[in-house]
């Protein structure tokens, strides 16, 4: 089970020599391959895809058919808890995830369980066995999860939201009933990725998409510190090696430190920092994912390929870098493009990893 045909991904989380800088895509597995569209309407709904292991597993390979990825990411959704927690999700057309049962008082945070990562959100595992098995040990599979600030906004604000008033009015307002909901989605992350992990996860990355738009000193009351809790409880070896953590901010470029004294292997960049800066700040601490901005992959293919190089050069020599997006693929990019952005951070990093 333990041999990996590739594993520089896990080496650079690690900080220790590869052949040249891995890379992977959020959101690789999706919506802007025609094979995603087509596995999807054979699901029948997006929540459908989710639950079914072995669609789930098919999309999570489709991307790793065509580019030479350095790494699988589960196909599955960040609402999976509060979903798992009763709150009735559902899917909008073009409106996105809304909550029947939005969470709006200290009555509701107490009637929340915390799910069982075997039960109610045992599709999840049975996904991750399933694309385990069938990936063969050609590359490593990440698990993930949300955060539980960025669950939380979905779960207060029963939806997506442009200015999060309905939870920035419990933070100030009733702080107690936050951080008890916090809590409990800490306790459910840290069991939802611990399990995730037992069924074969070989790295965890915590998505903390909604961190960006707080105050620094509530970014790290109410978002940093529930993410440190849950790095304290995961299980970080497993099959003979280091289950790598990473931990994404999307905006929380002004945090890096912070972030990186949580314990965690990495830290996620979105496109917003100059990555050679990021290093001279952390570099030493944790490894670093990202950064290109990802509306880059509408440019001509040379000019994506002069910017890997750009980054690429930012970082510098040595170990520690997974090259990514600064967020998820957007779904109207050519495949062709993501395929020359995979191919170049390949070649042009080569000459960061010799001697």
């Known amino acids: 089970m333990n041999t990996l045909k590739n594993d520089r ?6 900080r220790q020599p590869v052949d040249v800088t891995p890379v992977w895509m959020m959101r690789q597995a999706g919506r802007y391959l025609p094979e995603y569209k087509a596995t999807r309407a054979q699901a029948g709904d997006f929540m459908s895809l989710c639950k079914n292991a072995e669609l789930a597993c098919e999309v999570t390979l489709q991307p790793l058919r065509r580019f030479p990825l350095d790494a699988a990411i589960l196909f599955s959704d960040i609402l999976t808890i509060p979903d798992a927690m009763g709150l009735g999700l559902y899917f909008e057309a073009g409106e996105g995830p809304k909550f029947e049962r939005p969470v709006a008082s200290m009555a509701d945070v107490r009637k929340i369980g915390i799910p069982d990562p075997e039960g109610e959100l045992g599709y999840v595992m049975n996904a991750v066995r399933t694309i385990r098995r069938e990936l063969k040990g050609e590359v490593p599979l990440i698990g993930f999860s949300g955060s539980p600030w960025t669950l939380a906004t979905y779960m207060v604000e029963g939806g997506s ?68 809790k849950i790095v304290d409880g995961l299980t970080r070896e497993h099959e003979g090696r280091r289950v790598p953590v990473t931990l994404f901010t999307k905006n929380g470029g002004q945090w890096l430190e912070a972030i990186a004294a949580t314990g965690c292997d990495a830290v996620g960049l979105d496109w917003t920092i100059n990555i050679a800066d990021a290093k001279r700040r952390v570099g030493d601490k944790v490894a670093l994912q990202g950064n290109m901005d990802p509306s880059m992959l509408y440019a001509p293919i040379p000019r994506i390929e002069q910017e890997v190089a750009t980054i690429l050069e930012g970082f510098g020599q040595g170990p520690g870098h997974v090259f990514n997006l600064g967020h998820g693929i957007h779904l109207d990019v050519e495949p062709e493009h993501a395929g020359a952005f995979v191919e170049a951070v390949h070649r042009l990093s080569r000459p960061y990893h010799q001697g």
């Not at 307002?173 to 611990?194: I, M, R």
Request: charged share 20%.
């Open 161 to 228: 939201s442009k200015a999060f008033t309905k939870i920035k009015k419990m933070m100030y307002a009733e702080p107690q009933t936050l951080h008890l909901l916090l809590d409990k989605l800490a306790d459910s992350v840290t069991s939802y990725l611990n399990a995730q992990v037992a069924a074969g996860a070989q790295s965890l990355m915590i998505f903390d998409t909604w961190g960006g738009v707080l105050t620094p000193r509530d970014y790290n009351d109410f978002s940093l510190q529930y993410m440190a």
């Open 9 to 14: 991904y896990l080496r650079a989380l690690l």
